[in-house]
Each structure stands twice: as C-alpha cells, then as structure tokens.
C-alpha cells in the first residue's frame, strides 16, 4: 500500500482530472468517472483484475439501491408534465395567491414541481407560464425566473429520487424514505430565501419579456383537469412515505398490519402508485401513448442512472485502496464534523459545476469518514448527506447547464443571473447548512 501521503496526491490528481474532464473538455462525466476510477486503482497499486471486479461491484450496489426510485421518479415527471398537471397545479396556486403574488406561486410551483421532475426539465416546462405571468402582473422577469428555479433548486439538490442525493444516500447507507420527508422539509427554508433574495435584488432589473407570450397550450383535455387530480399524484407518495417513517421506524421489519405501511411507504413502491395515479390524468387513452410516456421517462433516466453508477465504480475503488482512511488521518484532527461533506461538495460544486458530480464525489470520498466525524448513526448518515446535498447548492454559476437554462428560458442577460440567481444559491446553501447542523445538535 502507498504512503499516506502518496494516497492523498492520487486523490488529489484524481478530483483534479474530474474538475477538469467534466467542466473544461466538457466530457461526460460516465467515461471520466470510469477513467478517475480505473486510474486511481492503478496508481495506488491495485491487482488489475482486483479493480475491475470494484468497479462492477460498486457500479451494481448503487444501481440496486437507487435504480427503481430514480426511474420511477422520472417516469412520475414525465407523465405530469405531458398531462398538463404541471400547468394545472401552477394556475391553482396562482389563483390562491393573487396575481400580486405571482412570484410567491410560481415558487411553490417550482417546489413542488420539482420533486419528481429534474430542475432543468421542471424550468423548461413551465417556462412559458412563468414569461405570460411576468407580463400580465409586470413583474420582472429576473423576480420571476430566480423564484422558480430556486423552488426547483432546493428539492433538486436534497431530495430523492434527484440523482446525486439519491446517489448519497446508497453510498452511504441512508433510508430513502426518510432521506425523502427531511429533505423536503430542510428544502422549505432554502427555497424561501431563494425567493425572498429573488424579490428583493430581482427588482433592481425591471425587465419584463420582450413579446408578453401567451400561457402554453394545455394538452388536450386538461383544461378539465381538477387541481386536486393535479396534485394527487405528488401528494400521496410523499403521504405514504412519511406515514411509513412516522409508523414504522428505526431497521428492524415491520410485523403485523404495520407490515403493509412499511410496504406502500417504501419509496418504489409509493412512487409507483404516484405513477398509476398520474396515468388516471390522460384523458385520451391508448397503448401507444401510454407507452411513449413510460419509454420517454424511461429514457431520461438512462443517462443519469449511468452517470450515478459511474460515481458508485469511482467510491468503491476509493474505499478498496484505503484513500478514505489516509484522508482521515489527516482531516480528523481539524474537528470538523458535519461541516467537513458541506465543504468539499462546496468546492466541487463551484468549481466544476454539477451537483450530481459533486454529491456522488463527496459521498465517496466523506463516506468511509462519518464514524471519525461521530456521524455513523442513522440520523448521522441522514444529517451528513444533507450537508453534502447543501454543499452541492453553492454556487451555481457559468459552468452549471441550470445557470444556462435559467438564463436563456427567461431572456436574461447572464450578468443579471449571476448577481440574483447565483448569489441566490449561494445564500439557499449556507441557510441549509445552518439548519442541517442545528439538527445534528438536536438528533445524534
């Protein structure tokens, strides 16, 4: 085995050569996280045969842990946004807040929105909505725009089934289910201030659209579509899971009636009835259509499953040449506790730009860590990953594909996202971890 200090230079080369493969070249981060893996197990000396037998392993343990949920999410994602449900849920909350608050409902939106649906497609989709609402109430588009993309911001970097957290929560051992309840409430202050920032510094650039567009077209038969049928299909998963977490506590398995609440609660399974739910809203149903929407959700997964299962092949070849201890012994004097994953998903997340990439990165690395870092209990591990899904907030800048989106769905200059989105981010990270680390002195 090589020195210590030998081992902590690999990681050093390695986190390097991600950074720079993923934000500069612009690679896809499967290949480079397969390359740093493979590269990593050479340079510290591992049996060849002995790293491609890690890298199946670890590419096949998160793929068991978290496959399903991110598919089924996905699939839940798709299936609400070509039904209208997205458009449906957003005009209730409109109607409920007033048009004088249409910042506030396209926030709570985005937040509910995003927690089936990925950021960038949940921004994409309701785009058009949120340009029409921008010119109808003449707010300014910036107030706009940052409100919801911090609503779909918070829920995307804590909660499952988004990729990186739900990466996390495999690599580490953490119970989706709960991971789900937490994170969406942790998620709650993050997105207020990320709207409040959004109201407060949007409103120093009063651009409105340049053409007010009209809402986008409802699909076919959705403008009959109830806004409780609109939310059923987020509301009851979300229900079941926590009923499970609140019934059915702690490792052991549930016995008795309390053995079917632990079933419907699992994640699979309670995203599954959320998928069931969502197909009641086609109105014209037919094979064909149904199966494109399942074979679409499907194929979104796909690519982030894979780069997911990547970052799994990276963290066991990490934890097979002893890199996690090495890197112990030196970061354990600091004391740094749970701020330790908060920093270095930070740092990741700034410099190379994605939060999935950043949390998968920082899981592998912090993992093997939490019993030095006290946090090796069921609430440590929840709490850790949290701090990493904090982390992975801050900052999104140029190099984050979301910055893009949110700049050019919404017609603003990026200079303007820069100083109201990315500070945003930025403030959404540091009040979670604020928050994560209250928990950690409350829950042990």
């Known amino acids: 085995m090589p020195h210590l200090y030998v081992l902590l230079l690999i990681l050093a080369l390695s986190i390097a050569f991600i950074v720079f493969m993923t934000a500069r070249v612009r690679l896809n981060a499967f290949f ?10 050479l340079a510290a000396g591992l049996p060849a045969s002995e ?76 785009s058009g909505l949120n340009r029409s609402l921008a010119g109808r109430t003449r707010t300014p588009m910036a107030v706009m725009a940052v409100s ?18 739900s990466a996390a929560a495999g690599l580490i051992g953490v119970d989706p ?20 920032w959004a109201r407060f510094r949007g409103r120093d650039y009063p651009q409105l659209p340049p053409d007010p567009t009209p809402e986008t077209e409802p699909v076919a038969g959705t403008n009959q579509l109830s806004a409780g049928r609109a939310f059923l299909p987020i509301a009851v998963p979300i229900a079941l899971i926590a009923l499970k977490a609140v019934l059915v506590p702690g490792s052991q398995p549930p016995v008795g009636g309390y053995a079917l609440v632990g079933f ?42 894979a780069i997911v299962a ?51 990165t920082t899981a592998s690395l912090v993992g093997p860590l939490f019993p030095e870092l006290r946090l090796d209990s069921d609430w440590g591990r929840l709490l850790g990953t ?40 930025l403030l959404m990270g540091l009040l979670t971890q604020a928050i994560v680390f209250g928990l950690s002195l409350v829950l042990r």
């Open 51 to 126: 790293i491609l037998t890690t890298l199946k392993k670890g590419f096949g343990s998160l793929i068991e842990a978290i496959g399903i949920v991110v598919i089924a999410g996905t699939v839940l994602g798709v299936i609400l946004e070509k039904t209208g449900a997205t458009t449906r849920m957003a005009a209730y909350l409109l109607a409920k807040a007033g048009e004088k608050n249409a910042a506030l409902a396209i926030s709570l939106t985005g937040f509910l929105v995003g927690l089936p649906i990925f950021c960038d497609s949940g921004f994409v989709v309701l």
């Open 310 to 360: 990547a970052g799994g092949a990276f963290g066991a070849v990490l934890k097979a040449t002893g890199i996690g201890d090495s890197l112990g012994q030196v970061l354990a004097p600091l004391q740094l506790g749970i701020f330790l994953p908060f920093i270095i998903a930070s740092v990741l997340k700034t410099v190379q730009g994605s939060s999935t990439v950043a949390i998968i």
């Open 148 to 165: 919801l993309a911090t609503g779909l911001y918070a829920v995307h970097c804590l909660v499952p089934p988004h990729p990186g957290v």
């Open 177 to 196: 289910g709960r991971l789900m309840l937490v994170g969406t409430l942790v998620a709650v202050p993050g997105a207020a201030i990320g709207y409040a």
């Open 32 to 41: 480079v996280l397969l390359m740093a893996a493979i590269g990593v197990g």
């Open 264 to 305: 419907v609660g699992d994640p699979i399974v309670a995203l599954l009835i959320g998928i069931g739910l969502a197909l009641t809203l086609v109105r014209n149903w037919s094979g064909p259509f149904v199966n494109g929407l399942l074979t679409e959700g499907v194929d979104k997964a796909g690519p982030v499953l």
């Open 386 to 425: 949290l701090a990493m899904g904090a982390g992975s907030m801050m900052v999104s800048h140029a190099n984050d594909a979301f910055f893009w989106v949110v700049t050019r769905f919404s017609d603003l200059e990026p200079g303007v996202t820069f100083r109201v989105y990315s500070t945003a981010t």
